[in-house]
Nanobody, 127 residues
Framework: QVQLVESGGGLVQPGESLRLSCTTS????????LGWFRQAPGKEREEVSC??????????ADAVKGRFSTSRGRANAKNTFYLQMNSVKADDTAVYYC??????????????????WGKGTLVTVSS
């Protein structure tokens, strides 16, 4: 069982930046698909970003493209991945979840079927 813990959420003003971290219980996330999702009040959960386990390519939802960026941790943080959130808007207010698909999970390679989830961190964008 892989455990994931999100951190970095909080209250920010429109236009500001925030970085979310997802720290996992595995030694390295090599071979995993890494996803960020969010659920706003009264809305369904939606995918925000994905790092493919097939080729490392990155996907960002249209609503956040150009403002948000996902990345893997570097050599000293190979069990962590991030969501950099810039120029945040009120519509970005949501609980943000990180999730991973295990190596070999082809259905989850593009974050369509994740194996493990964090409990979420709340991001509130308000002036």
């Amino acid at each position: 069982q892989v455990q994931l813990v999100e951190s970095g959420g909080g209250l920010v003003q429109p236009g500001e930046s925030l970085r979310l971290s997802c720290t996992t219980s595995v030694a390295t996330l090599d071979g995993y698909a890494l996803g960020w999702f969010r659920q706003a009040p009264g809305k369904e959960r939606e995918e925000v970003s994905c790092i493919s386990s097939i080729d490392g390519s990155k996907f960002h939802a249209d609503a956040v493209k150009g403002r948000f960026s996902t990345s893997r941790g570097r050599a000293n943080a190979k069990n962590t991945f991030y969501l950099q959130m810039n120029s945040v808007k009120a519509d970005d207010t949501a609980v943000y979840y990180c999730a991973v698909a295990m190596p070999g999970n082809l259905a989850g390679a593009e974050c369509d079927a994740m194996d493990h989830w964090g409990k979420g961190t709340l991001v509130t964008v308000s002036s």
